[in-house]
């Protein structure tokens, strides 16, 4: 979704294999009705010195477009913070494209806040 990344499914779906063989620091949340996936979310575990402790990194959120306003995303969401609630994670972080109004709004209105953080990266 986001204009920083291209996408590739051959390369997700590695992603995604090796972030179920993580069992104990990661997960990925599926909302499904009858076998077929509606929408999707993950979380890593990280360390974080600022935090002295462990921290969560949220990732893939997505519903499937026609079946967005339903309450699917927030229920993925609030199953992901209870997952890191259960872990004792200190605090839970992502990152939004700079120009997506509708998911500033949806983080927002259920509590999260922005920061002055600015993500930057280099390809190895
Ligand atoms: C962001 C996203 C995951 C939210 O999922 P969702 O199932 O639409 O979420 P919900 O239904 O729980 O809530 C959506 C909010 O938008 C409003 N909404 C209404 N109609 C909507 C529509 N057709 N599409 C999206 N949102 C709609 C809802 O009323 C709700 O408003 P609120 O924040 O005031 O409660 C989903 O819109 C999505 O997949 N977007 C594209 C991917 C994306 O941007 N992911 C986030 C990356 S950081």
């Known amino acids: 979704m986001e204009y920083d990344f291209e996408p590739d499914a051959g390369r997700q779906e590695k992603g995604l294999r090796a972030l179920l063989k993580r069992r104990k620091s990661a997960v ?11 929408g999707m979310c993950s979380v890593q575990v990280l360390i974080s010195t600022a935090e002295g402790g462990r921290v969560g990194l949220l990732e893939d959120l997505v519903v499937k477009d ?10 993925l969401l609030t199953e992901a913070l209870k997952w890191c609630a259960f872990r004792g994670l200190l605090r839970v972080q992502l990152l939004r494209d700079a120009g997506n109004g ?4 949806f983080y927002t209105h259920r509590g999260w806040s922005g920061t ?9």
């Open 116 to 124: 002055r953080l600015v993500c930057m990266r280099r390809r190895l």
């Open 28 to 38: 990925l949340l599926v909302a499904e009705k009858a076998g077929e996936v509606l």
């Open 66 to 75: 026609g079946l967005r306003g339903f309450g699917i995303g927030s229920a």
């Open 102 to 105: 509708p998911a500033l709004d």
